[in-house]
């Protein structure tokens, strides 16, 4: 491996933090750390709406030539010596062996890891047990998912891994999926703090304060922070998962009839919290069949608790009907209908709806036609609302919603610490030096208490 050159004014021996995403935007965290000849990328991730400025819906880059249209409107990083060859085989940009180290990502969601598919396959990728296992379910339920192959190393809470003259520690963080995690890099000049993306309202706020705490004691140097919600005006709700559960308990303690609703298709908290939800109130919860195996997969974890869809009375799993080629995970579940009563469909949902809470996600809405809620019945939208007030898929959701007589309800705990939280983490680490990342909104960081280093893209920011 070359050493690196010198960039943007960086000394000898200090260590360099470049961000090459997640910069003035939420999402993307493509954060290199350097120290001497040593390379390593924080996550690996893709911004949200980044190729909405030349594409839109079918009207997609070419995967076909590999990263040619992504370079060619510069929506990813030139960089010698990190992509996979057959993503450069169409493009103006020479395949060179890797120069860099490992990649590790903090929790299995887009914004964090959907370029690993564009690494090169040579660099080893790591990643949390949990997040390893829901990156299988991931790959096996979604259509076009594929994030390569690589050389995965799991971790957990507890781990070192040693990578030239860095030390990666790992620490558990609450977060809205399962097998998230902060990072404590112990470097030649001092501990760097990253914190991946993280809460103190969720159910597992404990990991998080202990996070926290293990990156206190280690006197920072730098730590590279998220800021989802840090804004002067913050219209996220700032629920709490046991809020959300008791929302919908009221909502439903009188309702007799049919309840939609929609979450992220990860977010194993908000699952766990219909089911319990559906055994207060005497119903099922119907989860898809893609849902269903995200948690069958989770099922063994010993660190995660997880209901088992096929075991639980509480719950049920949605097959659709009708469909000659089936994908495999929703196969699996058609055949295990013949000797279970734990597997239904539309027909089922819509004679017995007002005794469900019926699970569906934007793509699968066109289920709603042969379930048929009565008028009145509710629909939960449990995820955040949208960013932008034009926002075209929230205006396809609710003309669904209005189509069918429904009652809409939002009931939503975010996977991200509010502003005050985010900045009395910062005091209580109390770093020489914070970095903003995953935020729209660096700026505001200068009220944090601590000195400030906002990233420019690309720009080597240099800490001793």
Same mark, same amino acid.
């Given at each position: ?10 000394? #000898? ?107 090169? %396959? ?44 860095? #030390?990666?520690?790992p620490v558990h963080v609450d977060h809205s999926v399962p097998g998230a995690y902060g990072f404590l890099v112990h470097t030649s000049e001092g501990c760097v703090v990253y914190t991946g993306d993280l809460r103190v309202h969720g159910p597992r706020a404990d990991m998080t304060r202990e996070f926290v705490t293990k990156a206190a004691k280690e006197k920072p140097i730098a730590m590279i922070c998220e800021g989802t919600r840090v804004a002067n005006s913050d ?34 908290? %908000? ?117 932008? #007030? ?66 420019? %893209? ?7």
């Amino acid at each position: 491996m070359r050493v690196p050159e010198k960039r943007d004014g960086a000394t #000898e021996g200090m260590v360099r933090i470049t961000a090459y995403g997640g910069v003035n935007e939420i999402g993307g965290n493509k954060i290199l750390l350097e120290d001497g000849d040593t390379r390593i990328f924080l996550d690996f991730g893709e911004p949200f709406g980044m190729t909405e400025k030349y594409f839109v819906e079918w009207l997609k880059p070419r995967d076909r030539f590999g990263l040619r249209d992504y370079f060619h409107f510069d929506m990813i990083p030139r960089i010698q010596g990190l992509y996979d060859e057959e993503w450069l085989v169409d493009t103006d940009m020479k395949y060179a062996p890797p120069e860099f180290d490992a990649i590790f990502l903090s929790h299995m969601h887009f914004d964090h890891t959907w370029h690993v598919r564009f690494a090169d %396959r040579k660099i080893p990728v790591h990643l949390g047990s949990t997040a390893n296992t829901i990156r299988d379910s991931w790959e096996f339920t979604g259509a076009s998912v594929d994030f390569g192959e690589h050389d995965y190393r799991t971790f957990r809470t507890g781990s070192r891994i040693r990578i030239g003259s860095l #030390e990666v520690e790992p620490v558990h963080v609450d977060h809205s999926v399962p097998g998230a995690y902060g990072f404590l890099v112990h470097t030649s000049e001092g501990c760097v703090v990253y914190t991946g993306d993280l809460r103190v309202h969720g159910p597992r706020a404990d990991m998080t304060r202990e996070f926290v705490t293990k990156a206190a004691k280690e006197k920072p140097i730098a730590m590279i922070c998220e800021g989802t919600r840090v804004a002067n005006s913050d219209k996220r709700e700032n629920l709490s998962e046991a809020g959300v559960e008791n929302r919908v308990k009221k909502l439903l303690a009188t309702h007799k009839k049919l309840a939609a609703v929609s979450f992220y298709p990860k977010d194993v908290d %908000r699952m766990r919290t219909f089911r319990d939800v559906a055994r207060a109130t005497g119903r099922k919860f119907v989860v898809s069949a893609k849902a269903a195996n995200l948690l069958e997969s989770l099922k063994d974890d010993r660190n995660i608790k997880v209901p088992d869809p096929m075991k639980d009375p509480n719950m049920l799993v949605y097959v659709r009907t009708g469909m000659s080629r089936p994908y495999a995970f929703e196969a699996h579940y058609m055949d295990k209908r013949r000797s279970s009563d734990h597997v239904v469909d539309s027909e089922f949902v819509a004679k017995y709806q007002d005794q469900l809470i019926y699970h569906t996600d934007f793509s699968q809405l066109a289920e709603l036609i042969d379930v048929n809620p009565s008028p009145g019945s509710l629909f939960i939208r449990s995820m955040s609302e949208p960013f932008e #007030e034009d926002d075209v898929q929230d205006e396809v959701l609710k003309n669904w919603v209005a189509s069918f007589n429904m009652d809409f309800h939002q009931a939503h705990a975010s996977g991200h610490a509010n502003m005050s939280e985010i900045f009395s983490m910062v005091r209580t680490v109390s770093p020489k030096i914070v970095i903003p990342v995953h935020t729209e909104h660096a700026t505001l960081f200068s009220r944090c208490g601590r000195k400030v280093s906002s990233p420019e %893209r690309t720009k080597a920011i240099c800490v001793k």
